[in-house]
């Protein structure tokens, strides 16, 4: 089980990686379109950019969505647990059970119900209104992370159930 569980984190901590690797492209897209408007916007005889709204709304969905996953991993959240460090050992660890296993079904439920809405757009070929760009592959990249955040949570867990597995504070 041991062995399992480190092939796992290894894979979780590569595809962590790589979601935050694609994460860091959109977010210094958006950072250089945010500027260049501003520029263009100050220039004389020059027009703002067109569609920078609509794609600020796509990369920052996916920016958000592959953060998910690492975030969960390292820990960077905010955890109140004033109550349940009160509580005995075997307490803990059962609702740290719990806690996971909610959080992994509703990973896993936000991941499918965004898939099927990613599927309606790809069949209606539905675009954004300025731009004319497709929609559907930001869907799926949102999807992508729902999906990491479960198979972090699904970690996790396999890490609380099985001896001698520390999570990491």
Not at 68 to 86: P, S
Not at 138 to 153: D, I, M, N, S
């Amino acid at each position: 089980m041991a062995g399992m569980i480190h092939f796992l984190t290894r894979l979780e901590l590569m595809l962590q990686k790589l979601l935050m690797a694609i994460a860091a492209v959109f977010l210094v897209a958006m950072m250089l379109m945010t500027c260049t408007d501003i520029v263009m916007r100050k220039l004389p005889q020059c027009k703002p950019l067109p569609g920078v709204f609509e794609l600020m709304g796509l990369f920052g969905s996916l920016v958000v969505a592959c953060a998910l996953g690492y975030t969960q991993g390292k820990k960077d959240h905010l955890a109140v647990d004033i109550l349940t460090n009160l509580f005995p050992r075997r307490i803990q660890r059962f609702l740290d059970i719990i806690n996971r296993l909610m959080c992994m079904a509703f990973s896993i439920l936000a991941c499918w119900q965004v898939c099927k809405i990613a599927n309606t757009l790809c069949r209606t070929g539905e675009v954004t209104e300025t731009l004319r760009m497709i929609y559907y592959p930001f869907t799926y990249g949102v999807a992508a992370g729902f999906a990491l955040l479960a198979f972090v949570f699904l970690v996790e867990l396999l890490k609380v159930l099985t001896p001698g597995q520390e999570l990491q504070p």
